[in-house]
């Protein structure tokens, strides 16, 4: 009762008053963070910007930079970088005019002659390559076709045919060596105008998509959508956005303006980060939020550890107060039994002077048997309080085992003879000495017997063993009862813990508990085996003396 008055007086008085504190504080705490994160963002923004124009004015300088993800020029208001339309084609050399008609009248070994001769002359190689290459596919020869194609490639990859197209792509696909290609064009290996590389790639695979056509759909929206400021002043940033694109640019000349596209990934994953954790780290704002929250954190883990602690405690107080009841009434119980028949027998020998002298000795046995009963029940009640009360003494001495417990084995064999039980005994000669306190024993021995009986269930045999194991000397009890589950087989020796058999009976919970005890403090142990209806069989194992 004190602890619970104790309980709510903590909880009313110290608990709720600080959680309404603690409550109010972290509505303020929350209050300056959403503050300060706003203060924060907005440094970060502006700063940000700062950057990004800096960045931008280097990348047009050096028309380069991780800011800038596609560039663009306008002249006059058209887009010329990157091309979206080819340039019309060139008129072949005069001296290959002759040659091409030759070849369009269906003479294709006349022209494919000229064309050799044009090439060993070296006249525009690549051009006369070009021919040769198409002669002799017209006269199916294939093979020489493909060899000279792929010369072609090899030898004048960068250099384009009077249509503009590089030979390094045209020739490789009039080869047939198709296997990287892709790659490359998508790579930018060669400068295409938008008409050119959504030409070659659908050729080459039309089911693929490539980043590489992102900047002329940028191009293409640049065409539609760009309007600059009017009259811009040559040299000077501005900043403009086209549909989910966002670009920086400048005038470079009289109606020409350069920009690019902002690659939003570097700015979001990148100079973003790179502010805010210089603008984060200078700052002291977030360093005192964080120490704030820390605090309340702590309060709230003390209050909480009180709380826990506190109905700890009140759990195990409550259960200390169940079991002092239930050992009130068991030793109550045990003690009625002794009393009700010394109390019987007592007022039988006085209201019947005619039994006869072999009956009155037979109720002097009982009498005194349960006057014994009554005070081992009284010295193990007493023992247990010096054993709380850290008290408690032996008196050792090295002796026989075997000659303390005997005489108490002969009398209990008697007693358990009237009440219906059997005492087998095996115990073994010239055992070793050990040291022990006799009284101490004896109490442990009958302790461990009065369990045997109390849980036997229907068996009404008990067997003891005296033996020695291993240097030690080891006293036995074995029953044919109930026995004992073994998730309670470490519970049975707390104080005040008590199994239930079958038929309800039980001690009071302090029998074994003290058998720990006695044993511990004889530098033994009290050890035991046992499964639910097989019985039990507990020992108490002593080192010997001379061990």
Not at 314 to 322: C, L, N, Y
Request: aromatic share 8%; hydrophobic share 40%; net charge negative.
């Amino acid at each position: 009762m004190k602890v619970r008055r104790a309980s709510l007086i903590y909880l009313g008085a110290i608990v709720l008053p600080i959680c309404g504190f603690v409550w109010l504080g972290v509505q303020s705490f929350q209050r300056q963070q959403q503050a300060l994160e706003t203060l924060l963002a907005e440094k970060v923004a502006t700063e940000t910007a700062v950057r990004e124009r800096a960045a931008a004015d280097a990348a047009l300088t050096h028309r380069a930079g991780p800011i800038a993800r596609f560039f663009f020029r306008t002249d006059r208001g058209v887009v010329t970088q990157p091309a979206l339309a080819a340039q019309l084609p060139d008129r072949p050399p005069p001296e290959f005019t002759t040659v091409e008609s030759e070849e369009d009248q269906g003479r294709v070994e006349a022209a494919l002659d000229q064309y050799r001769a044009l090439y060993k002359l070296g006249q525009q190689p690549a051009l006369a390559l070009r021919g040769m290459a198409r002669c002799l596919t017209k006269l199916g020869r294939t093979e020489e076709a493909r060899a000279a194609w792929r010369k072609l490639a090899a030898d004048y990859t960068d250099e384009t045919d009077p249509a503009h197209r590089p030979y390094g792509i045209v020739a490789a696909m009039a080869a047939g060596d198709t296997a990287d290609l892709y790659e490359k064009i998508a790579s930018g290996r060669w400068p295409l105008s938008a008409e050119q590389a959504e030409y070659f790639l659908g050729e080459l695979d039309a089911t693929r998509t490539s980043p590489y056509l992102d900047q002329f759909r940028f191009a293409r929206t640049v065409a539609e959508q760009f309007q600059p400021v009017a009259l811009p002043v040559e040299g000077q940033l501005y900043s403009s956005l086209l549909g989910d694109w966002r670009v920086f640019y400048r005038a470079t000349g009289p109606e020409r303006i350069e920009g690019f596209s902002v690659d939003e990934d570097w700015v979001r994953d990148t100079l973003r980060p790179q502010v805010e954790g210089e603008i984060g780290g200078a700052g002291s704002a977030r360093q005192d939020a964080l120490v704030y929250g820390g605090a309340i954190a702590l309060v709230l883990l003390v209050l909480c550890s009180g709380v826990a602690l506190m109905l700890r405690d009140v759990g195990q107080e409550a259960e200390t107060s169940r079991l002092r009841a239930d050992f009130v009434s068991g030793v109550s119980h045990e003690l009625k039994t002794p009393i009700t028949l010394i109390r019987l027998y007592g007022d039988t020998l006085l209201e019947r002077p005619e039994l006869s002298t072999g009956e009155r000795n037979e109720f002097y046995r009982i009498i005194v048997r349960e006057s014994e009963r009554l005070t081992r029940l009284v010295n193990q009640v007493l023992t247990f309080s010096r054993v709380e009360r850290g008290v408690q003494q032996y008196n050792f001495e090295v002796g026989d085992l075997g000659q303390a417990i005997e005489p108490m084995l002969r009398d209990y064999a008697e007693y358990l003879e009237h009440t219906g039980f059997t005492l087998r005994g095996e115990t073994k000669s010239s055992l070793p000495p050990v040291r022990f306190d006799a009284t101490a024993v004896l109490q442990a021995v009958a302790n461990l017997l009065d369990n045997a009986v109390k849980y036997s269930g229907q068996s009404r045999e008990i067997a003891v063993r005296l033996r020695e194991a291993d240097a030690n000397v080891v006293f036995e009890v074995e029953d044919h009862g109930d026995g004992i589950p073994v998730e309670e087989q470490e519970k049975i020796f707390e104080r005040f813990y008590r199994v239930r058999n079958s038929s309800g009976k039980g001690g009071y919970g302090l029998g074994l508990f003290l058998v720990r005890h006695i044993m511990q403090s004889h530098g033994g142990r009290v050890e035991v085996d046992s499964e639910p209806g097989s019985g039990s069989r507990f020992r108490l194992v002593f080192p010997a003396a001379n061990a």
